[in-house]
Structure formats: C-alpha cells, structure tokens
C-alpha cells in the first residue's frame, strides 16, 4: 500500500501526452500516490473530452488531486498557456513528465522525408517547446526535475520503426544535452526507458503507417516480416505474458517520490526484456569519462 507525501513531500507534476497510455497512468497514479498532477492533452473540451473526464473519474477519491489542461506540443504557445495555468494554481511547478509521442510503423524508405519531419516535431521537438516554456519556473526556483519517456529502441534498434525510433533518439539526445545545463540550477533529470508494449497503451493502435504504399509493396521478400511484427513482438515478453505498462506509472511515481539529489539519471520499466541497461551502464560511465576530461565535472552537479 503507498503512503500518501506529506504536504512537504507533495509535487506539482505536469505530464504531456495524458490523454491516453502511460501518460493516463501516470496521471492517475501520481494522484493516487498524493500529488497534485496536470494531465495534459490537445482539445480535452473537445474531441478528448471522453479522455479527460475519464481522468477525473478515476481519480475522484484519490489523496491527490487532478486537473486537465490543454496543452499540444506542437504548438509553443499552447505549452507557454498552460505551463503560467499551471504555475499560477498551484504556485510553480515540481516535475514535468515528457511522455507525449507517436508511433510510427514501416518500411523506413516508404515514409516521406514530411513524415519523418512530423515524427521529429511530435516525439522531439515538442519537449524543446514544453522546456522552453517551464525551464524559466524551475530556474527561478532553483528546483525541478525533467522526467523523460524515453525508449528501450534507441539502445536497440529495431526492424519497421526507423522514425520513431530515431525521433526518441534525438529525444534522448536533448534530454542528456539539457541535463548539462539546468543541473547548476537544481534541476535534477531522469530518462525512463521502458521496453516494448503490445498491450494496454494506444501506441500500436494509434500507429501511422508511411503514405508511399508502392514503396512499401517493392518490399515484398521482407512483406512477410512486417506482416508479423506483433508476433515478434510478443516472443520478447517474459514467460510468454504481455507487459503491463502500469509498470512505466509505477516507476515514474516512485522516481517522482525519490528525495531531490537522489533520483537517477536513467532507469527502465521492462516486462520484455529489452535489454536497455546494457548499454545505459557504459553510456553513464563514458558520460562521466567526458566530464572529467573535458573539465567540466562542474555541470554534473552532486555524484
């Protein structure tokens, strides 16, 4: 059973991309771990309407406590909107939760260069405008931690998802150089890296698939493959069972829950097995090696 923070121990969080997925579980177990949590998505008056009241309801007898904002991130004044909503009800903020993306799903030379283009401004560049409206807050309060949903595919790549998995890697990537520059200002950041999801999340039913589908059709000896990309997928699930992705809500609310100064740089919520912390190991060690050799140990803040 979670024990509720104390009234000190509570934390603003903002999360992107709550409409639906490990965004919505986060929303919803944040708040039942006793926060204060701002879901956010595009249009919850409108066509999320269903989504955001959803929210409300499964947190009506939550300790916390939950509100829906609009919040699209491809737009910067829609993220500047509701970050001063944010700031201003509950007197600043504690944690930005970067979980806003989309799956893409198909032969890498059938997506249109537009397409790989939109896959960058939704899975990356939407975090750049969410910072640049939040980063001011934290600085002033000298306090705050980024929190990245990030993925296991930028460690290993895998067939039929080049732009999201490229996109999640140029995530990553403004999520390690941005860490450099905030954590003098007591911003402390987390990559979460969950591993593959089948099940229980909007991403593969939500997927896009490439415009060009002659492209797609002069790939027929590897048509079989992409055809059983789900099975695949599935052998990769331990002991045969599908991941939960409750498992990404459970580990944001415990990283969220962790005091200032000791939250770690990255951490994984896999039930497949994917194998990220292989590689995370030596990428940290080669992250302090260039540290020390560059000179610049004083960007990294307390080891």
Do not use: C
């Not at 997925?21 to 879901?39: D, E, I, T």
């Not at 829609?78 to 993306?101: I, M, T, Y």
């Not at 331990?238 to 580990?251: F, L, T």
């Amino acid at each position: 059973m979670t024990t509720a923070p104390t009234e000190t121990e509570k934390s603003t969080v903002l999360v992107t991309g709550a409409g639906t997925g490990m965004g919505a579980l986060s929303s919803v177990s944040l708040a039942q771990a006793g926060h204060r949590v701002f879901a956010s998505m595009r249009d919850p008056q409108g066509r999320n309407a269903e989504k955001a009241q959803g929210l409300l309801d499964r947190t009506e007898d939550a300790p916390g406590e939950l509100s829906v904002v609009e919040l699209d991130v491809l737009s910067e004044e829609s993220a500047a909107v509701a970050v001063e909503h944010v700031a201003r009800e509950a007197g600043g903020l504690d944690v930005v939760v970067h979980n806003a993306a989309h799956l893409l799903v198909g032969v890498t030379e059938a997506f249109s260069p537009e397409e790989v283009v939109r896959a960058f401004d939704v899975n990356a560049v939407g975090a750049l405008r969410v910072n640049r409206a939040v980063l001011p807050v934290m600085r002033r309060q000298e306090s705050g931690l980024l929190l990245w949903i990030g993925s296991g595919t930028t460690r290993a790549i895998p067939p039929f998802l080049a732009p999201y998995s490229a996109a999640k890697a140029a995530f990553d990537a403004f999520a390690e150089s941005t860490a450099w520059e905030v954590t003098a200002y007591g911003i402390e950041t987390t990559i979460l890296m969950p591993g593959v999801f089948t099940h229980g999340t909007a991403h593969f039913a939500n997927a896009a698939f490439p415009a060009d589908t002659e492209r797609t059709a002069a790939y027929g000896k590897i048509a079989p493959y992409l055809a059983s990309m789900g099975e695949d997928t599935e052998r990769m699930m331990v002991n045969g069972v599908s991941a939960d992705p409750q498992i990404v809500a459970d580990e944001v609310v415990r990283i969220v829950g962790l005091p200032a100064g000791q939250r770690p740089r990255r951490a994984t919520a896999d039930g497949s097995d994917y194998g990220a912390e292989i590689i995370n190991g030596a990428a940290e060690e080669l992250r302090l090696r260039l540290a020390r050799r560059m000179g610049v140990t004083g960007l990294l803040g307390r080891l």
